[in-house]
């Protein structure tokens, strides 16, 4: 957020010496102004930290960890040395990408898609040297923690579940999880072996993705044969599964607290997961829409053009059974609830520009402006972030044994969901219009230079909606230490982890593991004393 901060301030006031600015990264910003250069360095780091070390480690690898062994019944992870060797396989791969920041020629440069061949030669541009090899080999480890991860995940749900629970008895969050491990490991190591491919061709001379003839500063390029498309395809067959990677977790959490604070059951719960399974299914042939104007064969994008509207299909399933979970509900606006309403708010208008720019005419025009930018925001960076605060507040309790200020939270919400709209919605107009992304500065033209007025104010509420985020950090550690202690179920919910002390005690359980005997849904039961029916309830046999 704060990287995206300084490409903001450049965009707003472009070559306005902004003296703290030198104060703050020295070279990068002599006489305060951002340095060229710098700017696409942020807009690689920011797009690479956010995606795959806050928005995946952020919801796969904390809340898979934390609640599946806890709705499941079971007392630990499959593999517990496996899990935490990925936690510290992880750990060293967020340091080896924060490291690039310090090296004398800046970190990677070339985009968060890295690109060949700009990525692929060092001479290229300052930021495909030193920082381009650093962020390569932070991504290898990054991609062996998430495998460590999936394996572990997909292992403790299919063997480690309690008595009782069935597939089918398993909560919506569950299954998201499930889901989304096993895109994992049929996806990530495809990046890993184009990383490894592309280190190749920056050191040791080989031509997997420099094609013959380049010339750089006037040198012609000692490579020939190799093929930048190919990267293309190795980088979106990861990195299209990757947008689900990230949205099933934080869409699977949102319907576990829409239910519960709701009060009704999950609507069509077997369709639900059917449209997750449907999602992960298509998630993995979808990658070429990205890649419509590389010079694709028509024909074959056109492929792509249907395999990519025909996901909206199990997208839209989905989400109506979550708006037909909240009709009529008894809702409780509790700050968890409002940020998984608010994730709908966010997703249903990045899911129909998704549409515009599966299709392969539209995008060719819409590609590589803010539309894009807009849309990706919505559907993924903002929704999944909307989905990960909404499981942050609602599971809080359990984590810590302490509620959260509900007044602080719902500060936190409005002030965050309208900021998101302030900044990103006037970007879809601005796409319209044709303006690039990743541009520098928007002074050189008048279909551009329209828009420095609006660039002041998307850069306003970034600033505004960033600062609304210390209220959280500090309603979030307050609560940590000084927070009224929570019940054991403070929001009379089904699921297993609500039927264990908070926090849960070591091994999760007593002596005894949970035994199941309903699904996790049953809210509101005619007839029933309460309006919810815990998990572990036995089902009363009424003698005839």
């Known amino acids: 957020m704060i990287l995206s901060w300084f490409m903001r301030l450049q965009l707003a006031y472009p070559n306005q010496p902004m003296p703290f600015l030198e104060k703050i990264l020295g070279r990068w910003a002599e006489g305060g102004i951002l340095k060229p250069e710098f700017y696409v360095a942020l807009i690689t780091m920011h797009g690479t930290i956010m995606v795959f070390f806050l928005l995946t480690a952020g919801l796969s690898g904390t809340f898979s960890n934390y609640l599946i062994p806890l709705q499941i019944g079971a007392r630990d992870m499959a593999f517990p040395v496996l899990n935490m060797l990925s936690y510290w396989v992880f750990f060293a791969a967020s340091v080896v990408m924060l490291i690039s920041f310090f090296v004398q020629t800046g970190p990677a440069g070339a985009g968060w898609t890295m690109y060949p061949p700009l990525s692929a030669i060092k001479s290229a541009i300052p930021g495909a040297d030193v920082g381009a090899t650093l962020w390569l080999i932070s991504m290898g480890l990054f991609i062996v923690s998430s495998l460590l991860g999936a394996l572990n995940y997909i ?11 069935s597939m089918w008895r398993l909560p919506i969050t569950v299954w998201g999880m499930f889901v989304t491990a096993i895109l994992g490991l049929l996806s990530f190591p495809v990046l890993l072996a184009g990383a490894v491919m592309l280190i190749f061709d920056r050191e040791f001379g080989t031509s997997f993705f420099v094609p013959g003839g380049l010339v750089v500063g006037g040198q012609p390029v000692p490579h020939e044969g190799g093929n930048p498309i190919l990267w293309q395809h ?25 239910a519960t604070n709701a009060r009704k059951p999950l609507f069509a719960y077997k369709v639900s997961v059917g449209a997750l399974i449907g999602i992960g299914a298509l998630s993995m042939i979808v990658w070429g829409h990205h890649m419509y104007v590389s010079g694709m064969n028509p024909i074959l994008g056109e492929v792509f053009v249907i ?14 059974n979550y708006l037909v979970t909240i009709w009529r509900g008894n809702l409780r606006l509790t700050p968890g609830m409002l940020f998984a ?6 997703f249903i208008p990045g899911a129909l520009t998704g549409a515009f720019l599966a299709t392969a005419p539209v995008d060719i025009q819409l590609h590589d402006t803010y539309f894009v930018v807009a849309h990706f925001h919505f559907t993924m960076a903002t929704a999944a972030a909307f989905g990960m605060f909404a499981g942050v507040y609602h599971w809080f309790p359990k984590m810590f044994g302490r509620m959260m200020n509900d007044k602080l939270g719902k500060i936190h ?25 990743r541009y520098y500065s928007f002074t050189e033209y008048n279909f551009t230079s329209q828009f420095v007025g609006l660039n002041k104010f998307i850069t306003i509420a970034a600033f505004v909606a960033g600062a609304t985020q210390l209220i959280f950090l500090f309603n979030f550690f307050w609560s940590m230490f000084k927070g009224p202690k929570a019940d054991k179920n403070p929001w009379k919910a089904n699921t297993l982890e609500w039927q264990t002390d908070s926090p849960p005690p070591h091994g999760n359980w007593g002596p005894e593991l949970p035994v199941v005997y309903r699904g996790p849904y049953e809210y509101s039961v005619p007839g029933a004393e309460e309006d919810y029916i815990p998990q572990t309830v036995p089902i009363k046999v009424e003698a005839k």
């Open 155 to 165: 292992t403790t749900t299919l063997n480690y579940r309690t008595k009782g629970m």
């Open 413 to 437: 919400f409005w002030g965050t969901f309208i900021g998101v709209y302030l900044i990103f919605f006037p970007m879809f107009f601005q796409g319209i219009a044709g303006v690039p992304r």
């Open 234 to 258: 190795l980088f979106w067959f990861l990195g299209h599964p990757e947008v689900y990677i990230v949205l099933l977790p934080a869409v699977s959490l949102v319907g576990e607290i829409l």
């Open 307 to 320: 395999t990519t509207l025909a996901i909206s299909f199990p997208t839209a399933i989905l989400i109506f």
């Open 341 to 346: 309403l608010g994730f709908l708010g966010l």
